[in-house]
């Protein structure tokens, strides 16, 4: 066949960053990213960026090391390079702190960020509610700069990107040969998928740039994150709501949690409040379809439900997507030599 | 009873400070004077990036080890403070480098999770195959020299912008003892060929991204003589020079090129960072910090000197133990005059 065109939908971490893999590895092909919001304003640009994974409960452990040790090799080479404060891509250390005992002494992610290691009893007495801890170092990125930075790189290669809704896959069919849906939460509506829920998360971005430790308590509700610019206070975990807004009372109770944990952020200047739609999955849908109606073919890659864990697994989704994606492609070209004969 | 104390860097406003508070309520006469010829931000605890974080070996010398650690543990007790923004107090996280395996440092119990570097983290260094990982402190001069001067007003302590020649121009007129706490100019007040000056310069960049300090060694270039990359909380300081002997305060040309082409290597990322300024300051080196009494004939009366100098590269890390030091020996003198009536401590 021809140049395989293929249609990325959803450019937040994912969407772009599956792009990306898509053109590393079939620079033959031709990759168009389609999405209703690009950055600042997808569910990615709310995010921290933190590098420490959410564990999926139907998705095999061994598969979410793999994803999890694929993106941290791959940001911690950049991190190192160059290009780091364009990609907004930085190493930060501290704490996760514990008042009750943890489920797991190690999680399946301890050896792959740097120096994992049991808190010292120094360390906890700044933490007189929490009795158990956790020190390493990790990765993060910041957005917009790293979906910048990633549009860019898109840009290089010569991937065109549009500002377009798609509200059904088949419009697709016929422009392109191949579509990858990375739509997030857009996926319930788009494909149906009635297993894809929301977790809403509602964070403060602070002006606090004496903070350059990172605290987080182990129940996942309260966190410290420091960024390039502001530091991400956080936050929520409401299952099931859509709402975007801020919620003022939300606003102050994030605040005073961390204030908790870390007393100097009562300093905090500018503070900025935004919203996120987690699109959690009990496992994350990476994963080949065949689309079919009335004797057309639609092959489809899905990449999405990456729930609170987008950033710290996105590469390594990226990578199995971009491979499902030329599995489409042999497939394509085995039934058009098929076809020919 | 007036105390005159000679300088307004971290060590003379500390000791100023420490002494009011444990003695103010006791000597209801006591009145403090603080005379210098540069007040923050220019004097040379302004200039340094703020971390605390002594030499590598104490050669020995105990005493300084302790002081160090009474300082740590100060500041670590005043981070919780509403306090600790103002005085530009925080914990920051970083990494020693060196080429080859070395003795774990004196002060490895006072830092936070001191540990070696696994060779993972290695790897972010090429041309290191050591190190040591701990959480410290960061005291920046530009934050706390402002806070101590403004509890030192708020206490009625007098400040006087006057270049001191002498122990007895300030000591006239009811001064019963002077802190000497004039840095790399104590030689100017009494000569004293043991205290040197180290030259320092640094680089001041805006790199935000950088969250770590990281300090390499060179174990025969000697400290601070090696790279190293300190993040404060507006900017992020470039340095690695320590020149014995050398009095210029002027920025070099060779010494920038030094910095610059050294941290970059050290931090690739750093390439991209926009320079901000440059400074160059003198570390006030001794082989062990001077901290005593001396009498000194005063015109017709004894006086009293405390000295406090020679802390070099490590003042603000040693600042808080020398001026609790300092406040004893002034406890001391002031029994010897019997302006203590009772000693503090709990009546029986």
New interface residues.
């Given amino acids: 066949m021809a140049l395989p065109k293929v249609a990325v939908v959803g450019a937040g971490v994912i969407g772009l960053s599956t792009a990306l893999c898509i053109t590393e590895t079939c620079p033959s092909c031709s990759v168009t990213v389609l999405s209703d919001q690009f950055s600042p304003n997808t569910t990615s640009d709310v995010a921290a960026g933190m590098l420490i994974p959410h564990t999926y409960p139907d998705t095999p452990i061994h598969r979410q090391k793999q994803w999890f040790k694929e993106t941290f090799s791959y940001l911690f080479a950049i991190s190192n390079s160059a290009e780091a404060s364009e990609a907004g891509v930085h190493l930060v250390s501290g704490w996760q702190v514990f008042k009750s005992p943890p489920k797991e002494e190690l999680p399946f992610w301890s050896d792959i960020v740097l120096g994992f290691r049991p808190m010292s009893e120094a360390e906890l007495q700044k933490f007189p509610q929490h009795r158990f801890g956790q020190a390493f170092t990790t990765l993060k990125c910041d957005c917009p700069p790293y979906l910048l930075w990633l549009e860019k790189r898109l840009k290089a290669t010569g991937t065109q990107m549009y500002t377009r809704k798609v509200a059904d896959l088949w419009e697709l069919q016929g422009e392109y040969d191949i579509v990858v849906n990375c739509t997030g939460m857009g996926a319930q509506q788009l494909v149906g998928d009635k297993q894809l829920f929301p977790v809403r998360g509602q964070v403060l971005k602070v002006h606090a740039p004496w903070v350059k430790l990172f605290i987080r308590d182990g129940d996942g509700l309260t966190y410290i994150y420091p960024g390039v610019h502001r530091v991400t206070l956080g936050g929520t975990r409401e299952k099931g709501s859509w709402s975007l807004s801020p919620d003022t009372g939300t606003t102050r109770e994030i605040f005073d949690r961390c204030c908790s944990l870390e007393p100097s952020l009562q300093g905090a200047q500018d503070i900025e409040v935004k919203v996120g739609l987690r699109p959690s999955r009990q496992c994350v849908r990476v994963q080949r379809e065949v689309l079919s109606q009335g004797g057309v073919k639609l092959p489809v890659v899905h990449n999405y439900g990456h729930g609170a864990g987008g950033f710290s697994v996105h590469r390594g989704t990226a990578n199995e997507a971009a491979h499902l994606v030329g599995e489409c492609i042999s497939a394509l070209q085995g039934s058009s030599l098929g076809a020919k004969l | 009873m007036r105390v005159a104390v000679i300088g307004a860097g971290v060590i003379g406003l500390s000791s100023a400070l420490c002494i009011h508070e444990q003695f103010h309520g006791l000597v209801p006469s006591l009145e403090l004077e603080i005379y210098a010829d540069h007040f923050t931000p220019h004097t040379t605890s302004d200039g340094a990036a703020g971390l605390w974080q002594p030499y590598l070996s104490d050669h020995g010398n105990l005493q300084e080890t302790l002081w160090n650690k009474e300082t740590f543990d100060y500041l670590l007790g005043q ?4 306090a ?3 005085m ?1 107090l ?4 970083g990494y020693n480098l060196f080429t080859e395996p070395v003795p774990d440092p004196s002060w490895k119990n006072i830092v ?2 001191f ?1 070696n ?2 060779p ?2 290695l790897e ?1 260094f090429p041309g290191y195959s050591y190190g040591w ?1 701990n ?1 410290a402190l ?1 005291l920046e001069g530009r934050s706390y020299l402002p806070w101590l001067t403004n509890r030192l007003t708020q206490k009625g302590v007098k400040f006087f912008h006057k270049k001191v020649e002498s122990f007895q121009e300030v000591s006239g007129d009811g001064v019963d003892v002077v802190l000497n706490c004039s840095g790399m100019r104590a030689g100017h007040l009494q000569p004293d060929p043991e205290l040197q000056p180290g030259r320092g310069q640094i680089i001041k960049v805006l ?6 300090f990281i300090i390499t060694h060179n174990l025969k270039s000697g400290i601070y003589n090696s790279p190293y990359i300190i ?1 404060g ?2 900017f992020t300081v470039l340095g690695g020079i320590y020149q014995h002997g050398n009095w210029s305060e002027e920025n070099s040309a060779k010494d920038h090129k030094s910095i610059w082409d050294s941290c970059c290597q050290l ?3 750093l ?3 926009k320079i901000v300024g440059e400074w160059s300051g003198l570390r006030p080196a001794r082989p062990s910090v001077r901290l005593e009494r001396e009498s000194i004939r005063l015109g017709n009366l004894q006086g009293e000197v405390i000295h406090n100098y020679g802390h070099g590269g490590f003042g603000i890390t040693i600042h808080w133990g020398c001026a609790m030091a300092a406040a004893r020996l002034f406890g001391s003198i002031l029994q010897e005059k019997k302006q203590l009536v009772t000693p503090p401590g709990p009546r029986l």
């Fill in positions: 981070l919780h403070s509403p600790a923004k103002e530009g925080f914990l920051i996280s936070l999770g540990r570097l696994t993972k983290e972010l990982f959480t960061m790199a935000p991204w950088v969250k770590h993040p909380s507006e931090l690739p990322p390439q991209k960072a």
